[in-house]
T-cell receptor, first 110, second 112 residues
Framework: KNEVEQSPQNLTAQEGEFITINCSYS?????LHWLQQHPGGGIVSLFM???GKKKHGRLIATINIQEKHSSLHITASHPRDSAVYIC????????????FGKGTHLIIQP | DGGITQSPKYLFRKEGQNVTLSCEQN?????MYWYRQDPGQGLRLIYY???????QKGDIAEGYSVSREKKESFPLTVTSAQKNPTAFYLC???????????FGQGTRLTVV
């Protein structure tokens, strides 16, 4: 079973700062997801990665398959970025769902 | 707009009662999933279904039951056998073994 570790667990930063959230996993995967959960609880999928790097607006996600590691970066952070960011992995084969990290609680102060 | 609808958003039940959480999707996805979220823990898989009339237990299936009579619908019943039912429940769907996962807005169940 895949183990997914995220760091940091909590992060408070000032508006405008560059944010990095890390995710490592223990077993080879077919895909890695970065998800965003707002206080109301609903989850939005930000990225799905199997290799390389993806960018969407101020968000950048990278993955290193050999190192079993992924990072989520937020440039020019804003208070509306405050949320819980969750890393989840799908191991190769099967449709038995995702394995989730515990999440990183991000607060961006104005 | 395609998506997943969970209802209700908040649900209160007395201890010992069964309760059913609704999940409907119009994304034409074959695979659907139920996850449970507790404070300080990652989401954990309760049940999943890859195709109509078939479903599999996840990591924490005890005390729960599901059905998949239609492709669009995957209701979860929290039975009185579930020892700690108070939690946040999320439904998701995807194309099996690939593809982006889409999530509902969740149902917060409180058992008193």
């Amino acid at each position: 079973k895949n183990e997914v570790e995220q760091s940091p667990q909590n992060l408070t930063a000032q508006e405008g700062e560059f944010i990095t959230i890390n995710c490592s996993y223990s077993v080879g995967i077919s895909a890695l997801h970065w998800l965003q959960q707002h206080p109301g609880g609903g989850i939005v999928s930000l990225f799905m990665l199997s290799s390389g790097k993806k960018k969407h607006g101020r968000l950048i996600a990278t993955i290193n398959i050999q190192e079993k590691h992924s990072s989520l970066h937020i440039t020019a952070s804003h208070p509306r970025d405050s949320a819980v960011y969750i890393c989840a992995v799908r191991s190769g084969g099967g449709a038995d769902g995702l394995t989730f990290g515990k999440g990183t609680h991000l607060i961006i102060q104005p | 707009d395609g998506g997943i609808t969970q209802s209700p958003k908040y649900l209160f039940r007395k201890e010992g009662q069964n309760v059913t959480l609704s999940c409907e999707q119009n994304l034409n996805h074959d695979a659907m999933y139920w996850y449970r979220q507790d404070p300080g823990q990652g989401l954990r898989l309760i049940y999943y279904s890859q195709i109509v009339n078939d479903f599999q237990k996840g990591d924490i299936a005890e005390g729960y039951s599901v059905s998949r009579e239609k492709k669009e619908s995957f209701p979860l019943t929290v039975t009185s056998a579930q020892k700690n039912p108070t939690a946040f429940y999320l439904c998701a769907s995807s194309i099996p073994r690939q593809g982006e996962a889409f999530f509902g807005q969740g149902t917060r169940l409180t058992v008193v």
